[in-house]
């Protein structure tokens, strides 16, 4: 006789619109721009949209790609999607056309999405896009000529419940990364890996169904699930930024009342240069920072500009681990630290010959938490080459990042094994040098890498964009951070520029940089 579960656990993200759709029928679920759906119209839309993969004859496991900005297309598109047991393929509307096709390719998407202002990519890459027929690429906004419209496309589907059943260990998305250390690879992530941003960041950070997350970078970009996917979870209001702007941020938690949101340095170093209206952001209750380490400047301007608001440090990767700091550990004495491992995750240290090393020495982290990776999509070779096996025969992320941890098991992070700078045979942290950079006042952001030395193999140079470009002549910069740092850390050029090649959500690419200024390689 076959026996029937007790219970099945049916409270996956894609569950999570139709649950809350029931407990809160006609409370605000989404805002986009002009748009906002209550919890019940994100439903039946989310069911048009997966019935309507559906009905092109999609099945569960299908690639669908979106080539989208923030938008509440691009939203329905999303759940409707995982609702429909298909694979979301969020792609950066930062690629180009090559790059688009390669990893639409790569991806095995079957349809595609995009709107108006990424139309003209999309076009110059379908040539090279084999794997999508011409009649399933979609565009949002109106009828396009060789383009399928989506507004018609959802219209025309039914709002009834996709009759699909998923389990926690089929795949939910596949994300590209950002390609700040060379070629974007597919992170491939099940429902239940996604899940746990609901609980680790849900109890982490305090939320629950009277949050309401202002979403200022795209959907595309895991750092962005942070407080969307709980707030979710538990039944907030999820504020999507159409494009950020400081003034759109400061407008859409003071006009929605916005409790929670995640941001990078670059955007927050942004807003402390914006006018800020004490009541724009009396609500706001939680700041989380990810993408790149905040500097001990850019941190304790914002303490004093946001008092009302508490600042949270986030270091991970989309792979699957994140430890956080939470204000309380700045306030026990441990300014610098990235806190400790997040929800079900452990950090661990290791140096040469896969050593695991002790409290206090710098080597590269590996984690393992409840939201890893499946692996790299379609790229087992690149999966196991990020693997490290612990003496009890776990499997470990490399994280190609330099760190440490200290007696109180409190992370440090010292940078990527790409920034440390090897002059003279001595390591050089690039992090460093650029927290002191950034206590000058005219400094708005600065990256330091190394440039090839014949005397000493690697010297540190600055790369800065200045708050006002008439502030501080370079040389004057340069005299002036060399007077605080060590003598082996003493920059031996410093270069002004506009702006950085950035990648998702304005992450600095380093590896860009070393291109253009780390001059010819020594023999």
């Known amino acids: ?60 496991g299908d690639k669908v790609c979106t080539f989208m900005p923030n938008s509440m297309a691009a939203f329905l598109l999303f759940w409707g999607a995982i609702k429909a047991g298909c694979v979301i393929v969020p792609l950066n509307v930062m690629l180009d056309a090559p790059t688009l096709a390669r990893l639409t390719v790569a991806s095995d998407g079957v349809i595609f999405f995009a709107s108006p202002e990424t139309m003209a990519t999309v076009m110059d890459a379908r040539s090279q896009i084999p794997s999508i027929a011409e009649n399933r690429y979609y565009l949002s906004g109106g009828a396009q000529l060789g383009w399928q419209n989506l507004e018609a496309f959802i219209a025309a589907a039914s709002d009834d419940p996709p009759a ?22 597919g992170i491939e992530h099940s429902h239940f890996a996604r899940l746990n941003y ?23 970009a895991s750092g962005t699930w942070i407080t969307m996917l709980p707030t979710m979870y538990y039944g907030g209001k999820v504020v999507l930024l159409p494009k950020f702007s400081p003034e759109a941020f400061l407008s859409a938690v003071a006009e929605e009342g916005g409790t929670h949101t995640f941001m990078v340095p670059t955007q927050y170093i ?48 989309t792979e699957g681990f994140f430890t956080i700091a939470i204000p309380k550990d700045r306030e026990s ?16 240290i290791v140096g040469d010959h896969d050593k695991e090393l002790a409290v206090g020495e710098i080597g590269e982290i590996v984690a393992y938490g409840a939201g890893m990776m499946k692996g790299y999509y379609n790229r087992p070779d690149l999966t196991s080459e990020t693997v490290w096996l612990a003496p009890g025969g776990r499997t470990y992320l490399r ?32 992090v460093d040098i650029e927290d002191e950079v950034m206590k000058h006042p005219a400094v708005s952001e600065v990256a330091v890498i190394g440039r090839n030395d014949p005397k000493w193999g690697e010297t540190p140079i600055g790369i800065v964009i200045l708050k006002d470009a008439n502030a501080v002549a370079s040389d004057e910069l340069k005299a002036w951070v060399n007077q605080r740092v060590a003598k082996y850390q003493r920059l031996t050029d410093l270069i002004f520029v506009e702006d950085f090649p950035r990648a998702t959500y304005g992450k600095i690419q380093k590896e860009a940089l070393r291109k253009t200024y780390s001059g010819e390689p020594i023999a």
Request: hydrophobic letters at 40%; aromatic letters at 8%; a neutral charge.
């Open 399 to 430: 994280s190609g990042d330099l760190g440490h941890v200290d007696e109180d098991g409190f992370l440090y992070v010292n940078g990527r094994k790409k920034d440390m700078i090897k002059s003279g045979g001595i390591n050089i942290f690039a």
């Open 1 to 60: 006789m076959s026996v029937v579960p007790l219970y099945e656990h049916d409270h996956l993200c894609a569950h999570v619109i139709s649950k809350n759709a029931a407990l809160y029928k006609n409370r605000t679920a989404v805002v986009c721009g002009e748009d906002r759906l209550t919890w019940q119209e994100l439903d039946l839309k989310t069911n048009r949209v997966a019935n309507a993969l559906l009905g092109l004859g999609l099945t569960k």
């Open 333 to 348: 004495g441990k300014d610098n630290t990235v806190g400790k491992p997040g929800f079900l995750e452990d950090i661990r």
């Open 164 to 185: 699909v059943s998923l389990n926690s260990e089929d795949t939910m998305t596949v994300i590209y990364t950002s390609g700040t250390t060379g070629t974007p690879k």
């Open 198 to 220: 609901c609980y680790g960041f849900g109890a982490g950070l305090g939320i629950n169904r009277y949050s309401v997350a202002v979403c200022a970078t795209p959907i595309y």
């Open 270 to 317: 942004a807003i402390l240069q914006a006018p800020l209206d004490d009541r724009s952001s009396e609500s706001l209750q939680v700041m989380v920072s990810a993408g790149q380490l905040l500097s001990p400047v850019t941190r304790q301007a914002l303490a004093a500009k946001f008092a009302k608001s508490a600042l949270y440090e986030v270091y991970g990767m």
